[in-house]
């Protein structure tokens, strides 16, 4: 049933920057509340009175400005380790970071309990794989493949290694 000994994909992920956006929103917002002494009001009534509505709005931004360091961090370590993407012929070696560490995540194909294709207005093209024993779910985007025929190979690789867990959504 295999068909590949083993094929490479360069598979990068972009930096989802409305993270950054979120988080300037939300310390701008801050700021705002803060120097201006604003209370958060709906209809006339006051929700937040100044100094709380500054503790619970900062509290936001900074969790934000966490998240966001987080997610910078993860993008830097997995895009500078250069880990490809590689399909052997029984099994499917993802780039992955663990504790700020790149390394490949294995999935085994014996493992794989379906394999889809999802086609959304915003992200474009991706293929979403669900594991039997742990349920996990990956989803790989044809916009993080270097380049568009790796995609397009990749899954006519995964078709032919997976025929019978192919579904198209």
């Known amino acids: 049933m295999s068909v590949v000994s083993s094929q490479q994909f360069s598979y990068r992920k972009k930096f989802p920057t409305v993270w950054i956006i979120s988080f300037l929103v939300s310390f701008i917002f801050s700021l705002v509340i803060y120097f201006f002494e604003w209370s958060i009001t709906y209809k006339n009534h006051v929700i937040l009175a100044f100094p709380t509505s500054f503790y619970v709005v900062g509290t936001i931004a900074f969790l934000g400005l966490l998240l966001t360091a987080h997610m910078l961090l993860v ?54 794989i669900e594991t039997s024993p742990n349920q996990d779910t990956y989803e790989l985007y044809a916009v993080d493949f270097v380049r568009e025929p790796d995609y397009v190979s990749f899954k006519k690789l995964l078709k032919d290694n997976c025929p019978h867990l192919f579904n198209a959504i």
């Open 75 to 128: 993008y830097l370590v997995i895009n500078k380790s250069g880990l490809d993407l590689v399909v052997m012929s029984d099994q499917l070696l993802l780039p992955w970071v663990s504790k700020y560490k790149a390394k490949h995540q294995s999935i085994v194909f014996k493992e794989i309990k379906t394999i889809s294709i999802k086609e959304d207005e915003d992200d474009g093209e991706s293929v979403i």
